[in-house]
């Protein structure tokens, strides 16, 4: 989950690609220090990572992490860890699994999948296009498995990507991790356009687009009868979130997205973040305010001529920080984000 930039973003690959260091492009001028463009600059040619390494190095912090096995309804269980949230759903009708890790977690997963019962993966549903939701797609297919997506994730995995300089790889520099098209093997083959209702194991699955959030390809999975809705990465629980401007992700859109969720949420209701605790209603309350409350203030510093760079400068997130900024990116690379999507 963490990055991206657009089918525009061609010209600005090979820019990034063959310019003498990252100093060259607008876009990092206008998101990083002088003093960290400078030794990019210098040091870009023989120091940099390839994008190979970076992404290789993306997954395996995530695979670092252990799986841990939580159960949240009699025939729901919740896998957490090396990539955020899975959910599976079993009984006769088979397993329906909801995202699906890392691809070095592959080994893991299975296991963990399998030791839930011996029956077939029936169904896989991505709750948006990015790896660490997807990665698992194509062997899970393999097994026999159909993968369910919204046809903007079918889009966007279709092509290549560039996910915007918010990664600090092996160097100690922030870089762009840049991801090409996936292999035909693991695209859904299955796909809607607004919404979509599955029947299984005596439950019945909700799958309903969202405007534009995390990504323009978000989904969230009601599981109604279970009174559980797994949200992707349009709920990060407990922390900033990343929102991905390359592939259409807004601020107000995950304002947005918090909303619908709490106008179908019950006190309790157990709500599925894309990273974080399984979380509540009122877990989610408080990150939708958190989000209120970062748009307005970095719009505030926008709307008066400030820089990226400026705003970080300022920290507009002092206060928040303690509580918010101890996930997948800081207080100052939030402020970033926020500056692309607004």
Same mark, same amino acid.
């Given at each position: 989950?963490?990055?991206?930039?657009?089918?525009?973003?061609?010209?600005?690959? $090979?820019?990034?690609?063959?310019?003498?260091?990252?100093? $060259?492009?607008?876009?990092?001028?206008?998101?990083?220090?002088?003093?960290?463009?400078?030794?990019?600059?210098?040091?870009?040619?023989?120091?940099?990572?390839?994008?190979?390494? *970076?992404?290789?190095?993306?997954?395996?912090?995530?695979?670092? !992490?252990?799986?841990?096995?939580?159960?949240?309804?009699?025939?729901?269980?919740m896998f957490s860890g090396p990539g955020g949230s899975v959910v599976v759903l079993n009984g006769p009708d088979g397993k329906f699994?909801?995202?699906?890790?890392?691809?070095?977690?592959?080994?893991?997963?299975?296991?963990?999948?399998?030791?839930?019962?011996?029956?077939?993966?029936?169904?896989?549903?991505?709750?948006?296009?990015?790896?660490?939701?997807?990665?698992?797609?194509?062997?899970?297919?393999?097994?026999?498995?159909?993968?369910?997506?919204?046809?903007?994730?079918?889009?966007?995995?279709?092509?290549? =990507?560039?996910?915007?300089?918010?990664?600090?790889?092996?160097?100690?520099?922030?870089?762009?991790?840049?991801?090409? !098209?996936?292999?035909?093997?693991?695209?859904?083959?299955?796909?809607?356009?607004?919404?979509?209702?599955?029947?299984?194991? $005596?439950?019945?699955?909700?799958?309903?687009?969202?405007?534009?959030?995390?990504?323009?390809?978000?989904?969230?999975?009601?599981?109604?009868?279970a009174n559980v809705i797994q949200m992707g990465d349009t709920f990060f629980n407990g922390m900033y979130p990343y929102i991905d401007?390359?592939?259409?992700?807004?601020?107000?859109?995950?304002? !947005?997205?918090?909303?619908?969720?709490?106008?179908?949420?019950?006190?309790?209701?157990?709500?599925?973040?894309? =990273?974080?605790?399984?979380?509540?209603? !009122?877990?989610?309350?408080?990150?939708?305010?958190? *989000?209120?409350?970062?748009?307005?203030?970095?719009?505030?510093?926008?709307?008066?001529?400030?820089?990226?760079?400026?705003?970080?400068?300022?920290?507009?997130?002092?206060?928040?920080?303690?509580?918010?900024?101890?996930?997948?990116?800081?207080?100052?690379?939030?402020?970033?984000?926020?500056?692309?999507?607004?």
């Open positions: 989950m963490k990055y991206n930039f657009l089918q525009k973003q061609t010209s600005r690959r $090979g820019m990034l690609r063959d310019s003498a260091a990252l100093a $060259g492009s607008a876009f990092l001028a206008h998101l990083l220090p002088a003093t960290l463009l400078r030794a990019s600059a210098a040091g870009y040619a023989q120091q940099a990572p390839s994008a190979a390494d *970076l992404v290789a190095s993306m997954r395996a912090k995530f695979n670092a !992490a252990p799986i841990q096995t939580q159960k949240v309804a009699d025939n729901l269980t699994v909801v995202d699906t890790f890392v691809a070095p977690a592959w080994p893991r997963l299975k296991k963990a999948l399998d030791s839930i019962d011996n029956a077939p993966v029936k169904y896989v549903i991505d709750t948006h296009w990015h790896f660490d939701h997807t990665d698992n797609n194509a062997p899970l297919h393999a097994t026999g498995a159909t993968v369910l997506a919204h046809e903007n994730t079918k889009q966007r995995m279709s092509e290549p =990507h560039v996910q915007p300089v918010l990664y600090r790889g092996p160097d100690g520099a922030l870089h762009d991790l840049h991801f090409d !098209a996936s292999p035909a093997e693991a695209l859904p083959q299955q796909t809607f356009a607004a919404s979509y209702k599955l029947q299984a194991n $005596g439950e019945t699955l909700l799958l309903q687009h969202l405007a534009p959030a995390h990504t323009d390809t978000d989904i969230y999975v009601h599981f109604q009868k401007p390359g592939t259409g992700g807004k601020i107000d859109g995950m304002i !947005a997205a918090a909303d619908t969720i709490l106008s179908l949420a019950r006190n309790d209701t157990k709500i599925v973040a894309g =990273h974080g605790p399984l979380g509540n209603k !009122a877990d989610l309350t408080k990150s939708r305010d958190m *989000l209120v409350t970062a748009r307005d203030r970095v719009q505030k510093l926008k709307s008066a001529g400030k820089s990226a760079q400026e705003a970080v400068a300022e920290k507009p997130f002092a206060d928040l920080d303690p509580v918010w900024g101890k996930g997948i990116i800081n207080g100052d690379q939030f402020v970033q984000v926020l500056y692309l999507a607004l």
